[in-house]
């Protein structure tokens, strides 16, 4: 069992836009301004997506954004593009012992 | 353009100890400012936090792994290793270095390792 908690699957069509949950608590993502999203492609490394909760990368569609409120982080995916179809997991540091905690993943359907 | 690529054994038997290695291009390990970090996937599933090392040889383990992991720095090849010892078939997993801890920005394509006699 993962220590954050995403929803299994999650769909859309082109052009739609999706929202994905990354559930915590107070010692992990509401604890923290350190929630990141990786986006992994079958048989691919992941690749960060989103960092600090809200921040992206250079290089990073802007059609990708994070957020958090409370123990709750969100990774939102607007205008959905076929390509965006891949598993997403977010991470987050945490006070226990483990330092660094992910969630358990969620694919991403593109209809 | 930071670049990490993974080496070492594919199939290890179990009982014994499952040895990567990470080398480093594009970037230093010994200029600082980041973690350099093990993070292994078993098939099918999520990512799990093995450890890290900082370019001093500082490092910092997951607890439920910290018994079996050592991980180690070379920083005159810009290399960092992974050592895993007393292996069994749940150890099975493809086995990432990257750089960060709570923020990963770069990768190694993973080498799968397979525990089997």
């Known amino acids: 069992q993962s220590a954050l908690t995403q929803p299994a699957s999650v769909s859309g069509s082109p052009g739609q836009s999706i929202t994905i949950s990354c559930t915590g608590t107070s010692s992990d993502v509401g604890g923290y301004n350190y929630v990141s999203w990786y986006q992994q492609h079958p048989g691919k490394a992941p690749k960060l997506m989103i960092y600090e909760v809200s921040n992206r990368p250079s290089g990073v569609p802007d059609r990708f954004s994070g957020s958090k409120s409370g123990n709750t982080a969100s990774l939102t995916i607007s205008g959905l593009q076929a390509e965006d179809e891949a598993d997403y997991y977010c991470s987050s540091y945490t006070s226990s012992s483990t330092l660094v905690v992910f969630g358990g993943g969620t694919k991403l359907t593109v209809l | 353009q930071v670049q990490l690529q993974e080496s070492g054994p594919g199939l290890v038997k179990p009982s014994q100890t499952l040895s990567l290695t990470c080398t480093v291009s594009g970037g230093s390990i010994s200029s600082g400012g980041y973690y350099w970090s093990w993070i292994r996937q078993h098939p099918g599933k999520g990512l799990e936090w093995i450890g890290y090392?900082?370019?001093?040889?500082?490092?910092y383990y997951n607890p439920s792994l910290k018994s079996r992991v050592t991980i180690s720095v070379d920083t005159s090849k810009n290399q960092f290793s992974l050592k895993l010892s007393s292996v069994t078939a749940a150890d099975t997993a493809v086995y990432y270095c990257?750089?960060?801890?709570?923020?990963?920005?770069?990768w190694g394509q993973g080498t799968l390792v397979t525990v089997s006699s």
């Open positions: 990257a750089r960060g801890a709570g923020t990963v920005d770069y």
């Open positions: 090392i900082y370019y001093s040889g500082s490092t």
